[in-house]
């Protein structure tokens, strides 16, 4: 092998890549850095005034992106979010599944629409829409698909049952779409950030208390940032990434490592 040769297996020139809950912390890094990499990037979420945002600075540092705006809470959205996805740029090689949202309250005082809105966001949603883009990826001979997990899919923390509950069920039907799919050439992985500084996390990170927790038992002692999990995601939407399958990779400063004592 060469160096233009490796450099191939990171580039994602040619592909499309449709990146949901786009207008996040982590979903627009994602997007930006698939972009870097050569993708053209489908940018969904539902607010449109970020996604517009987001695709501009793509745009202005010679990227393609487009956006289709869409509530992945509603079934028809799906359907319609894959169809517009592939009018527009003719295919779909890489879906990241990055739409999620989170309610911090203890088992106890979770109502059921509050359980229902993150499970839909967050697992149902999943489900459905990486089903909706399946025939394409088989028609085009394989693709990629990547969740976005998390770090309460390994541990158990207080007040994110819902939460956590959705996440460790994405690392599990992770493996099961691996399994099913790999005979279509469609690799399947779930990258877990840990504890990252975003909008989601704000609560976290702004209470010193909860803060000081989290660094006591990081190995890599700062907040990670949505810019750490690009690398991954640009190896696991392409070629690098051809034989690997069915893994949650976790990226989180050594959190599950362990810690000193």
Same mark, same amino acid.
């Given at each position: 092998?060469?160096?233009? %040769?490796?450099?191939?297996?990171?580039?994602?020139? $040619?592909?499309?890549?449709?990146?949901?809950?786009?207008? &996040?912390?982590?979903? !627009?890094?994602?997007?930006?850095?698939?972009?870097?990499?050569?993708?053209?990037?489908?940018?969904?979420?539902?607010?449109?005034?970020?996604?517009?945002?987001?695709?501009?600075?793509?745009?202005?540092?010679? &990227?393609?992106?487009?956006?289709?705006?869409?509530?992945?809470?509603? *079934?028809? +959205?799906?359907? %319609?979010?894959?169809?517009?996805?592939?009018?527009?740029?003719? !295919?779909?090689?890489?879906?990241?599944?990055? /739409?999620?949202?989170?309610?911090?309250?203890?088992?106890?005082?979770?109502? *059921?629409?509050?359980?229902?809105?993150?499970?839909?966001?967050?697992?149902?949603?999943?489900?459905?829409?990486?089903?909706?883009?399946? *025939?394409?990826?088989?028609?085009?001979? $394989?693709?990629?698909?990547?969740?976005?997990?998390?770090?309460? +899919?390994?541990? &158990?923390? %207080?007040?994110?049952?819902?939460?956590?509950?959705?996440?460790?069920?994405?690392?599990?039907?992770?493996?099961?779409?691996?399994?099913?799919? /790999?005979?279509?050439?469609?690799?399947?992985?779930?990258?877990?950030?840990?504890?990252?500084?975003?909008?989601?996390?704000?609560?976290?990170?702004?209470?010193?208390?909860?803060?000081?927790?989290?660094?006591?038992?990081?190995?890599?002692? !700062?907040?990670?940032?949505?810019?750490?999990?690009?690398?991954?995601?640009?190896?696991?939407?392409? *070629?690098?990434?051809?034989?690997?399958?069915?893994?949650?990779?976790?990226?989180?400063?050594?959190?599950?490592?362990?810690?000193?004592?």
């Amino acid at each position: 092998m060469n160096v233009t %040769a490796l450099l191939k297996l990171f580039s994602l020139q $040619g592909r499309v890549a449709l990146i949901t809950g786009a207008s &996040g912390g982590i979903g !627009r890094s994602l997007a930006e850095g698939l972009a870097i990499a050569g993708a053209s990037v489908a940018l969904s979420g539902r607010t449109v005034e970020k996604l517009e945002q987001i695709q501009s600075a793509i745009e202005t540092h010679g &990227g393609t992106a487009a956006v289709f705006p869409a509530d992945l809470r509603e *079934p028809a +959205a799906i359907p %319609a979010l894959v169809e517009s996805v592939h009018e527009h740029f003719g !295919r779909i090689d890489s879906l990241v599944n990055c /739409a999620g949202i989170n309610q911090r309250q203890p088992i106890q005082d979770v109502i *059921p629409a509050v359980y229902d809105e993150i499970m839909q966001t967050n697992l149902r949603s999943v489900y459905f829409l990486t089903r909706a883009v399946l *025939p394409q990826m088989i028609t085009q001979g $394989g693709g990629k698909i990547i969740n976005i997990g998390s770090l309460t +899919a390994a541990i &158990g923390l %207080a007040n994110v049952s819902v939460y956590g509950m959705t996440k460790g069920a994405l690392a599990q039907l992770t493996k099961t779409m691996a399994v099913e799919w /790999a005979a279509h050439n469609i690799q399947v992985n779930c990258l877990c950030p840990g504890f990252i500084a975003t909008e989601l996390t704000t609560t976290v990170w702004d209470d010193p208390q909860r803060r000081q927790w989290i660094l006591d038992r990081l190995p890599i002692k !700062r907040a990670g940032q949505p810019a750490d999990l690009v690398g991954m995601a640009v190896y696991l939407a392409g *070629p690098a990434s051809d034989y690997m399958t069915g893994q949650s990779i976790y990226v989180d400063g050594g959190f599950l490592a362990g810690s000193q004592w």
